[in-house]
Nanobody
Framework: VQLQASGGGVVQPGGSLRLSCAASGLEDYAIGWFRQAPGKEREGVACISGRDSSTYYKASVRGRFTISRDNAKNTAYLQMNSLRPEDTAVYYC?????????????????WGQGTQVTVSS
């Protein structure tokens, strides 16, 4: 699966961004969003299963970020609201088997190229 992540940018604290992840056949997979800040390990942010679209979030983004998918458009989204400087990172989307709901990067097989999100005043 070839994934294309987009939608990153520079935003002030408290602002919003929506990331997109496009790939053919995306409906056959569970999707995860991950991020990696300079000098830090890659961490899972949100994931959505491929069966019933169940979702799971990292505690620090719960209530601020929303993951969703539009299988008809072969696209997944990460709506990010109330952004904080600590959300600054390169964000990646990835796919895994449809039944899995995990924030562990090692559970994912295919990765997009990443999109930079910078939250700064």
């Amino acid at each position: 699966v070839q994934l294309q992540a987009s939608g990153g940018g520079v935003v002030q604290p408290g602002g919003s961004l929506r990331l997109s992840c496009a790939a053919s056949g995306l409906e056959d997979y569970a999707i995860g969003w991950f991020r990696q800040a300079p000098g830090k390990e890659r961490e899972g942010v949100a994931c959505i299963s491929g069966r019933d679209s169940s979702t799971y979030y990292k505690a620090s983004v719960r209530g601020r970020f929303t993951i969703s998918r539009d299988n008809a458009k072969n696209t997944a989204y990460l709506q990010m609201n109330s952004l904080r400087p600590e959300d600054t990172a390169v964000y990646y989307c990835a796919t895994t088997v449809p039944r899995l709901l995990s924030l562990d990067p090692s559970a994912y097989d295919s990765w997009g190229q990443g999109t930079q999100v910078t939250v700064s005043s």
